[in-house]
């Protein structure tokens, strides 16, 4: 029989070991990813809304950033109105809190609207007060994805440059394979620090996607010297559309799809990091983000 002492040790063992856990998952970082393109109207919206929905369904917190500077258009996919932006935030208007608006499966969604240029101008006031309201989401949310306008504008590309994990969107389409390879050359010649994904979007059968894939993998790494991971492929389906006019995410209004079925493959590849890509996923958390971000679009 085990003795008063030995129990007491027991218990003492079982708390520190449950404390300690507690502190490791507190001290967890959001893991940051951007969603960009080299071509407009590849599907980065269509992507990483879903993509979004995919990590919420496997019980993941997600905040889903709006940071298209030209029409942005989450909110629009969903159906909803949100009514304030990053800039009421900026202006000190509004709070964090009061702009982040809620999706499906609680998926939370920042409006950047006119905000998002915004944060190249701030002073050093506002930067600290965005700063310590943005750092609140560290740690309390798995992901942050940002979806951004097409194209190697500045203001995208300091985006790029500042987060974790850049998932590049392209279809089998000449052009948009060209832009695709043109965005990762600029991260390249900037010396960007995470990890790079592609997502094929639109392909006719899955072996396209694959194929496509796979010669863009090949090239980048001749041309440039990257090893990019390739996280899936999206068919061109009309539900996807279809979806957009009728403001419902297909991976919610047809969960049964070959499309959702592919958005879960490439969620879980993003969360687990796949075998291509071995090590362990970055997670730098929001706060370094934007204190990156802001230094960068101030060069
Ligand atoms: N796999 C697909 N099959 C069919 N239609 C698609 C598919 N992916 C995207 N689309 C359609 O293409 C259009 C553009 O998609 P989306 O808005 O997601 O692209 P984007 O890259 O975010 O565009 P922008 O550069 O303007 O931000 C939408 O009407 C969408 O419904
Ligand atoms: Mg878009």
Redesign the pocket.
Known sequence: MKDQAEKLRELALKVRRQIEEELSTEMQQTRVMVVT?GK????????ALNMALGMCAAGKKVVLMDA?L?LG?IDIMLGLVPQYNIYHMITNKKSLRDIIITGPDNLKIIPGGSGVSELANLNDEQLRRILVELGTLDGEYDYMIIDT??GISNNVTSFLLASDDVIV?TTPEPTSLTDAYGVIKTMAREKFGGHIYLVV??TASGIEGMLTAEKLKIVIKKFLDIDITILGH?????I??EG?RKQEPFIKSFPRSQ?AANIKVIARNLMEGNAINTSEPRRGGVKNFFKKLVGLSKK
């Open positions: 393109s407009g109207g590849v599907g980065k919206s269509t992507l298209d030209g258009n306008g097409a969107v979007n639109r999206l068919p061109n389906e009309s996807i559309e957009i499309a």
